[in-house]
């Protein structure tokens, strides 16, 4: 079964407002958690990422909530822009760190 | 800088036909290595990775083979194609320490068997 799962195919926001992903996980054993960007026909870009020892990671507009007991992390991106109209993958791996599991990505679209 | 540089770009190949695409990273010492496949609409599966010349380690099963000739060289092949191995291939190299840890991918290639 899918280990990382991204339940939402596709959100569409207004410019200016909080985009939310989301994505759920299955193996305890994961400690480190990833959002990747993905524009069509291209390859992805690693937007963020967090350890399992962190709840919450900030970077410019965007911000990183794990939550280790209910095995979900989300991507929070506020004043959200029409250039962050992409696919976003999240991702997972454990402490072996050579198999980083994707989940099938959500698409955003940015709305003007 | 370190760059990395997927070949080919494209392929159409037929069923039962040979494949091999190549990875070459530039700029990395001694790089861990992996490919990746995604099918038209499908999640982003890793295949292999390796961690230093001449060994590879198998994550998914599909009837492909890996090899690491080279420090710098990732290569991924089989003998005869499916129609079931169409997709986007990326090679990735990961950059990790105390700070990061970030896989870098090329620019993939896409495989159309047919």
């Known amino acids: 079964g899918q280990q990382v799962k991204q339940s939402s195919p596709s959100l569409t926001v207004q410019e200016g407002g909080i985009s939310i992903l989301n994505c759920d996980y299955e193996n305890d054993m994961f400690d480190y958690f990833a959002w990747y960007k993905k524009y069509p026909d291209n390859s992805p870009t690693l937007l963020i990422s967090v350890r399992s020892n962190v709840d919450k990671r900030e970077d410019g507009r965007l911000t990183v909530f794990l939550n280790k007991s209910g095995k979900h992390f989300s991507l929070h991106i506020t004043a959200s822009q029409p250039e962050d109209t992409a696919v976003y993958l999240c991702?997972?791996?454990?402490?072996?760190?050579?198999?980083?599991?994707f989940g099938k990505g959500t698409v955003l679209l940015v709305s003007p | 800088a370190q760059t990395i540089h997927q070949w080919p770009v494209a392929e159409i190949k037929a069923v039962g036909s040979p494949l091999s695409l190549g990875c070459t990273i530039k700029g990395k010492s001694s790089p861990n290595l992996y490919w990746y496949w995604q099918a038209t609409g499908g999640t982003l599966q890793q295949l292999f990775y390796?961690?230093?010349?001449?060994?590879v380690e198998s994550v998914v099963q599909l009837n492909l083979s890996a090899s690491r000739p080279k420090d710098d060289q990732f290569i991924l092949s089989t003998e005869k194609l499916l129609l079931s191995h169409s997709g986007f291939y990326l090679c990735a190299w990961r950059d990790w320490g105390v700070s990061q840890n970030t896989l870098y991918f090329g620019a993939g290639t896409r495989l159309s068997v047919l």
């Open positions: 390796s961690i230093t010349v001449g060994q």
């Open positions: 991702a997972a791996h454990d402490s072996g760190y050579n198999k980083l599991t």
